[in-house]
C-alpha cells in the first residue's frame, strides 16, 4: 500500500480509490457504472459518485448508449491516460529498487508469491509486467 499511496500525484488531485477506478477504466474502451462499481466491489451509486468526481476533474467522459439511451457508459480521457501511465511507471521503478535490494533468491520467492497471487485472482498474463521486474 506504501508503495501505491506514494506513487501517486497530491491526493488533492487523486485519491487512491479514484486511481483503481482509472486502473479499470485504462483496461477496456468504455465501461458502465454498473461495471465499475461491480468490479471495484463498491455499491453502484459509490461508482456514479466517484464517476461524478473524475468527471470534474476531467479524466473520464460519459458517453450515452446507442441503443439504450439510459446506458451511460464513461472512458478516460487523454490527461487520465498520462497519469495512469506516469503513476505506473513510477510504480514500476520503485518496485524494481526495491527488489533490487532483496537478495536474489529471497528476489524469486517473491515473484513466485506474487504471480500466483496474480494468477488466483484471475488477473492477465500482461498484468503480472506490473510488478516490473525483468524476471517476470
Do not use: N
Not at 461491480?38 to 441503443?67: E, F, N, P, V, Y
Amino acid at each position: 500500500m506504501g508503495v501505491a499511496a506514494r506513487s501517486l500525484p497530491d491526493p488533492e488531485d487523486v485519491t487512491l480509490q479514484q486511481f483503481r477506478a482509472l486502473l479499470v477504466l485504462a483496461r477496456e474502451e468504455s465501461v458502465t457504472a454498473g461495471l465499475l462499481a461491480a468490479t471495484l466491489g463498491i455499491h453502484q451509486s459509490s461508482a456514479t459518485r466517484l464517476c461524478d468526481r473524475l468527471a470534474r476533474k476531467k479524466l473520464i467522459k460519459r458517453m450515452t448508449g446507442i441503443d439504450d439511451r439510459r446506458e451511460v457508459a464513461v472512458s478516460l480521457t487523454v490527461a487520465a491516460r498520462r497519469l495512469v501511465h506516469r503513476v505506473s511507471d513510477r510504480r514500476r521503478r520503485e518496485l524494481r529498487a526495491i527488489a533490487a535490494r532483496m537478495g536474489a533468491p529471497a528476489r524469486e520467492q517473491a515473484l513466485a508469491g506474487l504471480l500466483a497471487f496474480a494468477e488466483a485472482a484471475g488477473e492477465p498474463a500482461p498484468a503480472i509486467d506490473l510488478f516490473g521486474w525483468p524476471e517476470a
